[in-house]
Structures are given as C-alpha cells and as structure tokens.
C-alpha cells in the first residue's frame, strides 16, 4: 500500500515540474496578439503581432491568388535590444513580398533567439476570406510549427 501512494505522489510530483514552453517540436495555433513562451531561462517569447490578407476569397474568382502575411514579434530577456525583433512570413503567393527568395521558403523561418535556434513553419492563417464576409483581426488566428534545431 505505501509503495501505491509514493507512486502516486511521485506522479504528482513530474506532473507539477512541466513547463509551459517549448520543449520540443511543437504546432501552436495563436491568436491574434497572443503571446507564447518559447522558453523560460532565459525568458523568450513571440508574439503574433500582425495580420494582413489579401487571398482570393473562397466563392470568388480571382486574377491573383493573394496571400496572407503574419507579423511576429520575439522577444529575449538576454537581447541588448529594447524593442522586440519584429519579423514577417507569407502564405500564398508571396513574390511580390520577397523577389529575390523563393516564394515557396517565406512560410519558414530560422531564427536564433536566446542563444536557441529555431525553426517556425507557417502553417495555415485562419479564417479563410469569404466572399461578403469581413474577418476582424481579433478572429485570425495562425497554426505555427515551432521546432528546437
């Protein structure tokens, strides 16, 4: 019986030292201007900062496909700068953004933060326009592969 309930609090115990970070290959889905710990010493965060779209609402027959670009904002307890880093990614037709890169790499990104590097994947922007339909930024949301490299 006594070894059942050091088991149990021996249990208790991992689950209470689980952190809220970023611990290994992870897909978030963030809200607009959500901020999410990518790790806790030192403090690192980002923060979906910005959202602007321009994709060919479903329903609707378009020249142009569009796309759909997301502001992140990464911070760093350990980062001589004041202001957060304030960096750009692109779903869908996103050469006009960035001529002189693929416009197939803009939805990925490594970056070092903290001294870690990481690798985000932009994976969908959501809601998908709708031809009408006016999406306010407080209901975008974005799905995010966050990897530790």
């Not at 006594?2 to 809200?31: D, K, P, T, W």
């Not at 602007?52 to 350990?78: H, K, M, Y």
């Amino acid at each position: 019986m006594n070894h059942l309930v050091y088991l149990f609090l021996a249990g208790l115990g991992l689950m209470a030292c689980q952190e809220n970070s970023i611990n290994r290959n992870e897909e978030e889905v963030i809200r607009y201007r959500e901020t999410v710990t990518l790790a806790e010493s030192p403090k690192a965060t980002l923060t979906f900062a910005e959202v602007q779209d321009s994709r060919c609402p479903e329903g609707v027959q378009c020249i142009w496909a569009g796309n759909a670009t997301v502001d992140l904002s990464l911070t760093s307890a350990i980062s001589a700068a004041t202001e957060p880093e304030v960096v750009k990614m692109c779903l869908g037709d996103c050469r006009t953004l960035y001529p002189k890169n693929s416009y197939r790499n803009a939805d990925t990104l490594n970056y070092t933060l903290a001294g870690q590097s990481y690798r985000f994947i932009l994976k969908a922007v959501s809601p998908t326009p709708k031809d009408g339909q006016t999406v306010k930024k407080e209901d975008y949301t974005i799905t995010l592969g966050i990897e530790k490299m």
